[in-house]
């Protein structure tokens, strides 16, 4: 069975698209630990990034790299990188703009106006 982030990849359910490429996608957390956490994900669907081949790998990096940069431009603020990958057994980095009240298991709700905004402040087309 497809993964949730396949099922994202392929159109099949929802998300608030940050940006796509032709082996990676970034899409906004839908539970965020601060207001534009976002997860970059290789299209290939493997559990682990260390299963990841090196040219998908360094297309992952490369991807996290640029969003980086991007969100720190428009945010003002570093971004933080996490991997954790115990939930959804697809592949991916968080990537948090930092907070100072930022802590492990800290969520903020938004409304869908919010992730809306935020998408359209962080989106690369
Ligand atoms: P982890 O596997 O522990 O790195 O966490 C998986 C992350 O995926 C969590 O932060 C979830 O909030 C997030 N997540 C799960 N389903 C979706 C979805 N459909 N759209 C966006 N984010 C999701």
Redesign the pocket.
Known sequence: MSS??T??VNGE????KIYEDEKTMA???????TPG?T?VIPKVEVDKIYELSDEDYTALMNTVKKLSVHMEKVLGTRTLW????????HA?V?LLPFDKTWHQDRHVELTEDEFKDIQKKLEIK
Do not use: Q, R, S, W
Not at 27 to 33: K, R, V
């Open positions: 949730i982030f099922k994202i359910i929802p998300c608030y899409f906004l957390d839908i539970n965020p630990e956490h997860l996490k991997v954790i990958g115990t939930d959804v057994p991916h968080h």
